[in-house]
């Protein structure tokens, strides 16, 4: 926000502002410092994806799925290697998405093969009961394919039947052309809505069908003290407005 008031909304991408903004208030003499320091905390955030992708496949995947009986050090083996895999294909894809437009967009679009899912499991998890175990993995396999299909088969095929008819109707212009993408295929926040839906949907029928035998019960172990704060609403309360009023305040 502050790069948008700063250059008055003439920056040609969004992923421009936070380098532009450095680029015009920081001191010259302390550029290449702050390149290092970013160059650092790329390397860090990266790392701990890295890491933690490598821990979830050699606990979840391979230690419960692959090899059972395996020892500490195999599973260490077949992580390291699961790791360098992951950051080889890091690297080859990153030039793909170089002229994806916005990378925040593009990041959070590609993130939504995985997040809708699990939101959806976390949604029918917290307001149902007999929905049994195998509905959340149908979900979760089922949403995900859904989404890949929709915003990488569906939708290029569209934009582009899209584009070419708008083409052979003599439009040209660029600003024109935007537009006709735009309105070619439902926005992928749209596009996740459906699906949570679905989702929801098709993960309750099966617990309708096949329910747990018992109903799930959460047990308190008492192993740690979760006595509410005594302030927990009118906190919950405050914080919602103060985000409503935000967003009220900026999008006028």
């Known amino acids: 926000m502050i790069a948008y008031y700063y250059f008055e909304g003439g920056l ?20 290449g410092f702050f390149a290092a320091v970013l160059f650092g905390a790329i ?6 994806v890295l890491n933690s992708s490598v821990t979830l496949f050699g606990i979840d995947i391979y230690k419960q799925h692959i090899n059972k009986e395996a020892s500490e050090a195999t599973v260490v083996k077949y992580g390291k290697i699961f790791g360098i895999c992951l950051a080889l294909a890091a690297m080859f894809i990153a030039p793909l998405i170089a002229n994806a437009g916005s990378l925040f967009n593009y990041l959070q679009e590609i ?4 997040s809708i899912p699990i939101f959806t499991i976390i949604v029918v998890g917290y307001l149902t009961k ?5 509905a959340a993995k149908i979900g979760i396999f089922l949403g995900s394919a859904l989404y890949i299909i929709s915003q990488f088969i569906m939708k290029p095929h ?13 439009i040209t212009d660029a ?10 295929y439902p926005h992928y926040l749209h596009v996740m809505a459906i699906l949570f839906v679905m989702n929801c949907i098709i993960m309750l029928v099966i617990g309708k069908f096949y329910p747990r035998k018992e109903a ?15 302030y927990v609403k009118q906190g919950g309360i ?6 409503v009023a935000i967003y009220v305040y900026f999008a006028k």
């Open 12 to 31: 040609a991408s969004s992923d421009l502002a936070y380098p532009e903004l450095v680029r015009a208030v920081l001191p010259k003499t302390l550029v």
């Open 43 to 48: 390397l860090s955030s990266f790392n701990s």
């Open 238 to 243: 405050a914080v919602v407005l103060i985000v």
């Open 130 to 134: 007999r929905v049994p175990a195998i």
């Open 111 to 114: 993130n939504g093969i995985y």
């Open 216 to 230: 799930f019960e959460l047990r308190y172990t008492e192993q740690v003290d979760i006595s509410p704060y005594k």
């Open 158 to 170: 569209f934009i582009g039947n899209a584009l070419e008819e708008a083409k052979n109707a003599g």
């Open 175 to 184: 600003g024109q052309l935007t537009l006709v993408e735009a309105d070619a």
